[in-house]
Nanobody, 121 residues
Framework: QVQLVESGGGLVQTGGTLRLSCAASGSIRDIYTMDWFRQAPGNQRELVASITSTGTTNYADSVKGRFTISRDNAKNTGYLQMNDLKPEDTASYYC???????????????WGQGTQVTVSS
C-alpha cells in the first residue's frame, strides 16, 4: 500500500524559510503530478503548487516568486521550498500525488497526513 509521509513544517517568523518534503513509499510503478495544498482554519483547501512528471510547474498567485516546487523521481519525493514566509501562509500543508501502483495498475490519488506551518508576525 502506498503511503505519503510529510516533514519539514514548523514555526517561523515573517520572512523566514521552510522546506517541506513528501516521500512516497510502497509498491510504486509511476508517479505523475505532485501537488501541495494548504488549508487554514475556516478556509477551503487550496492548491499551492504543482509539478508534472516532466517538471512543468504551476503556482498559486499568492506564492509566485516565493515558493518553489521540485521533485526527485529517483527518491519518489516531492519538495516545497518556501521563502519570505508571511503570516497568511499559516496553514496545514498537504502533499498530493497521482500514483500508479504495481498492482492494481490504475492511477489513484494519494494524500499526505499534513504538516503544520505557522508564521508569526
Amino acid at each position: 500500500q502506498v503511503q505519503l509521509v510529510e516533514s519539514g513544517g514548523g514555526l517561523v517568523q515573517t520572512g523566514g524559510t521552510l522546506r517541506l518534503s513528501c516521500a512516497a513509499s510502497g509498491s510504486i510503478r509511476d508517479i505523475y503530478t505532485m501537488d501541495w495544498f494548504r488549508q487554514a482554519p475556516g478556509n477551503q483547501r487550496e492548491l499551492v503548487a504543482s509539478i508534472t512528471s516532466t517538471g512543468t510547474t504551476n503556482y498559486a498567485d499568492s506564492v509566485k516568486g516565493r515558493f518553489t516546487i521540485s521533485r526527485d523521481n529517483a527518491k519518489n519525493t516531492g519538495y516545497l521550498q518556501m521563502n519570505d514566509l508571511k503570516p497568511e501562509d499559516t496553514a496545514s500543508y498537504y502533499c498530493h500525488m497521482y500514483i500508479r501502483e504495481v498492482w492494481p495498475s490504475a492511477i489513484q490519488e494519494h494524500w499526505g497526513q499534513g504538516t503544520q506551518v505557522t508564521v508569526s508576525s
